[in-house]
């Protein structure tokens, strides 16, 4: 098992977002058992300015993801936005995904992602589709 701590902050345009600034806190809680891996991450966000100013909310997410021939790891993934913490939205307005997922990770210094998503709610955009190409320096 392992554990780690992920903090990111940034600034959202607000054309895009009305809380504009915010910084994510995401514990990653890990299991590896052999070719098998399952994350937990009970994840809060909190926002400076907006209307969500100052209120944490709580956006959990897991995943787990099997290794094929050390080559391509195959997943399914969770996240969800249950609202703010004091009083969660009601699940109509929820968002919340599953993800399939296809990794390459026969190269460990290239993060080559994509993934198909399923809003499971009315407050879910009904289809997304995500792709990551990183490289590690």
């Known amino acids: 098992m392992k554990f780690a701590l992920n903090v990111e902050g940034g600034y959202t345009p607000p054309a895009y977002n009305p809380n504009t600034w915010d910084v994510e806190v995401r514990p990653v809680a890990e299991w590896r058992?052999?070719?098998?891996?399952?994350?937990?991450?009970?994840?809060?966000?909190f926002t400076f300015t907006g209307p969500s100013g100052g209120v944490p909310h709580f956006n959990p997410a897991a995943a787990t993801r099997f290794t094929v021939l050390g080559t391509v790891?195959?997943?399914?993934?969770?996240?969800?936005?249950?609202g703010p913490?004091?009083?969660?939205?009601?699940?109509?307005?929820e968002g919340q995904?599953?993800?399939?997922?296809?990794?390459?990770?026969?190269?460990?210094?290239?993060?080559?992602?994509?993934?198909?998503?399923?809003?499971?709610t009315a407050g879910?955009?009904?289809l997304t589709v995500t792709t990551i190409l990183g490289h590690f320096f």
């Open 97 to 120: 995904y599953i993800f399939e997922t296809l990794d390459l990770v026969r190269w460990p210094e290239w993060r080559v992602r994509a993934g198909l998503g399923e809003g499971l």
């Open 33 to 45: 058992f052999s070719n098998f891996d399952i994350d937990v991450n009970p994840i809060i966000d």
């Open 73 to 82: 790891d195959l997943g399914v993934e969770y996240y969800a936005t249950f």
């Open 85 to 93: 913490l004091s009083s969660f939205e009601p699940v109509s307005k």
């Open 124 to 126: 879910s955009n009904p």
